[in-house]
């Protein structure tokens, strides 16, 4: 018989764990006795608790799947990011279902020629509600003793709100480019150090001024800039 067992120490509270392998002694076709065999895997037993404490709690999503890219687990962090509300459900997909765009292969598989090398790279994975989350995947291959690829372990970094405001505000970039290109007067924005900006002056010319001639005028001081920036003066 093979199993495991706790053993706790007269004097000392901290628990032993052990894998036991029990034979039983027969004599004369009659059990006498039992001999056991007992190895300590204490400090391999405490290193899984400390892991799958870190797992649970982790902030982001982290995963262990299949390298055809069925999760095997996930933690709380990543069902709650996904839109889940237990892991069962998440669980419960099939590799393909992750993905947000159904016509490529599964998101967190791998090559059949994969090396298990450590991955780094931008994901988008399809949440319960059908929106697409985007992440930064790390996840790297788990052999056994026999040196055998049993599973790929990573984490997610959830950067959805990070890209949803890089995207606003390249657009309101391009907006603002679009409106001093075609706005044909005198343009000043006021900083809030009450500096003035001259962002465009198409009249320029027609006075007979330059951007750095302007600059020059009262109520500014050139302060160098190209644009011909300066301060207010009272």
Known sequence: MVGHGRVRFKNNPRPFYFD????AIIKSDEVVGVS???????????????FTELFETLQEGAYFSTPEGRLLDANPALVSILGYATKQEILALEAVQLNFDPAEPPVLGRA???RGGVRAREISLR????????FL??????????????RYQGTLVDVTERRKLERQVAQQEEFRRRLLESFPDLILVVDLEER????QFAGAGFVGMSMRGLAGEEGFRDTGQFS???????
Do not use: Y
Not at 36 to 50: F, M, N, Y
């Open 36 to 50: 056991a065999l007992g190895r300590d895997v204490t400090e391999q037993h405490e290193k899984e608790l400390r």
């Open 127 to 134: 949440k319960k509600d059908g929106s697409a989350a985007v």
């Open 228 to 234: 011909g920036t300066g301060r207010a003066v009272p």
């Open 196 to 199: 003035l900006h001259v962002r």
């Open 112 to 114: 059949a020629d994969d």
């Open 137 to 150: 995947e790390s996840s790297r291959a788990v052999w056994d003793d026999a040196g055998k690829l049993i």
């Open 20 to 23: 036991c392998a029990l034979n």
